[in-house]
Every structure is written in structure tokens, then in C-alpha cells.
């Protein structure tokens, strides 16, 4: 799930391809890089759908309390609110490492990392239950599809590198930063935007505006803009928002 997630230092990890550098700034962060606002709005609209079928499920069922009927809706409502914050509310790793003559990124969505243990573990658990009641009624057999179809999709993510790729959709970038011409802040979201002229590697392609997003954390915003602003002295600085 989302808020299942390893935490350690991957700085030192990373396979940065200008090791051999030595670095003038580095750090990582967990964030939420792509319009959170969008997200939001779409978190709360299936939360009150999920809401209204989990009322649904809890008194349309014959259970024999009203206790139980409101036991079993909070029970709906929150397992469909964790799946639906699993998809709206998705974090990025991001690691940073600057030099002196480039900066390299690299960022990946660690939900797989967490989910696949919980995959394989309730796969596990479900298999041993579901063959009890198909004993007891063969008519019942498939209920079977389910258990299979997690502990084939745990599988899946633990086997295939191409899945996993996929899924955590890691990406390891460079930048020219020593290029920048424009030094832009958000600070409501902690976000530095470095804009510099960036040609394509194709034939009569011509230069254009790249954007690199630098996301911060809060406390220390005040020292990445510095750092900027230091180091590229000719850039143009402004603050406001930034599309992401």
C-alpha cells in the first residue's frame, strides 16, 4: 500500500554514472510529483462512491444486528478507501546528486516493494481457507480463482524484471543544470523548476526549452534556492506556480 513503504538512505546506492565526481549537493525525497490537486478531486469523488455502496452492503445484507450492518460498512469503506489512496495518492522516490558539470536523477514508485509481500502473504493465507470450502462443497471451487489470481500476480512481481520496471516506473535522468537560464520557485508545493535550451539528439532538430522540476523538502527550500542562486548567477529568478 502507499503507506507501507521502505524507508532507508539510497543516495549511496544509486548507480550514478558520474561517480567518479565529486558531489557539491545531494538528497532524496518522497513525493507526490504530478498534480496533486486533480488527484484529490478524484480521491474525494470515489470516496463518496465507495461510501454510499459500502452503506449499501452493510444494510442491504441480512445480518442480525444493527451493530453488525455498521461494523461491516465501516469494514467495506475502509478497505475501499485504502485501495482507492493506493491509486490517487501514489509517492515517488526521488534521489538527487549534483556535481560541479551535471546532475543525474533517479526516481521510481516504491508501492510495488511493499505490495508484493502483502500479495504473497494473503495468497497464502486465502489458499488453506478456500480448500476447506471447496471440501466441503465442490460446487464452490471458483471461489479458487482469487487466491490463484494474487499469488499469480505476487509471482509476476517478484519474477519479471520487465513487470517490475513497469510498475515502478524508475527512471534515471541528467541534466545540464550549468545551462540554466531561468530559476523558477513554487513554494506552496517546495518545487525549483531549471529551465535551459536543450537540442534533441536528431537531424535538423533545433534548440528548445527543457524543464528539470526539483522538488524540496520544506525546511530546506531556503538553501536549495541559494545553492541555485549562487551557482548560477546569470540565471533569471522568479517565484509562482508550476506546471507539473
Known sequence: MWFIQPKQDYVALMPWKHADEPAVMSWQIRARDYNTFVANILF????????????????AWDFESMSASLLMTGVAFLISLLITMSMTHQTTIIVYRFTETSAEVCSWKPQIDSVKPVLKWLSIILLPIVGVVILMDPGLAITAIGPLGIGLMAWMMGSS????????NS???????????????????????????????????????????????????EKRIQFFRKHLPNAKYEEGKIDI
Open 171 to 221: 527512471r534515471h535522468d541528467e541534466m545540464e543544470w550549468k545551462k540554466t537560464e531561468i530559476i523558477r520557485v513554487w513554494r506552496k508545493r517546495n518545487i525549483i523548476s531549471l529551465t535551459y535550451q536543450w537540442k534533441p539528439y536528431s537531424k535538423n532538430s533545433r534548440y528548445r526549452p527543457l524543464t528539470h522540476l526539483v522538488y524540496c523538502h520544506g525546511d530546506e527550500l
Open 161 to 168: 524484471d520487465e513487470y517490475q520496471r513497469m510498475q515502478r
Open 44 to 59: 474525494s469523488i470515489l470516496a463518496a462512491i465507495f461510501f454510499s455502496i459500502s452503506v449499501l452492503f452493510g444494510f
